[in-house]
Every structure is written in C-alpha cells, then in structure tokens.
C-alpha cells in the first residue's frame, strides 16, 4: 500500500503456511531493483494496493515491479547494460571528428 503521509510504500507480507508476516517500507522505487527474484513476482502477482489520492505514486513503484518482472532484473542477477559501450562509440567518434578538423585534444 502507498502511504501518501509518509511517501512510501508499505509493503506488507503474509505466510499462512507458516504464519509469519514481513513490514518492508520503500522510499525510493528504484530501491526494488534490489529485491531478491521471489519478492519481484510476488509484488507482480500481488498488484499494490493504494487510495485514491496515492495513486500516481502507488503506480510508479507497480511500473518498476513490472519492469523488473519482464526483464528479470533483481539483486541475484547481473544485467549488462550498452550504455557504457554508446558512451565510448560517441567518444572515439568526437575524437574522429575533431582531428579531421585539425584541433587535437591535449591530455593531461
């Protein structure tokens, strides 16, 4: 549930087998890319429940949880991202373009 008072999630789980019960309180969504695999499904197959007036916030975090479901991102798995590959293609082409235009970068 998204507590509009404290901006947070509450997310609250229940056992019955076991009869046990777990509080977590998320701050930030991007915090759940964090959350182990078991918790990721259980957060998609147990939509979040929120008020009326936490509802863009409340679907904020359900969005991420639906990301990370799809995409399998959790904190047991490593995921690579090209970003850091883009980064270095735009670099050696500056650089490319630069030196065709006579004006060197001077490294320190």
Do not use: H
């Amino acid at each position: 549930m998204y507590n509009q008072s404290t901006t947070e999630a509450v997310i609250s789980l229940f056992d019955k087998s076991k009869g046990e019960s777990r509080r977590i309180n998320v701050l930030d969504p991007m915090w759940m890319v964090n959350y182990s695999k078991k918790d990721i499904e259980c957060l998609f197959y147990n939509k979040i429940v929120y008020e009326k007036p936490g509802k863009v916030q409340a679907q904020k975090y359900q969005k991420l949880v639906n990301l990370c479901y799809a995409k399998d991102i959790n904190f047991g798995r490593y995921w690579k991202s090209k970003f850091r590959d883009l980064e270095i293609d735009e670099l050696l082409k500056r650089e490319k373009r630069l030196k065709g235009s006579r004006i060197y970068l001077i490294e320190l």
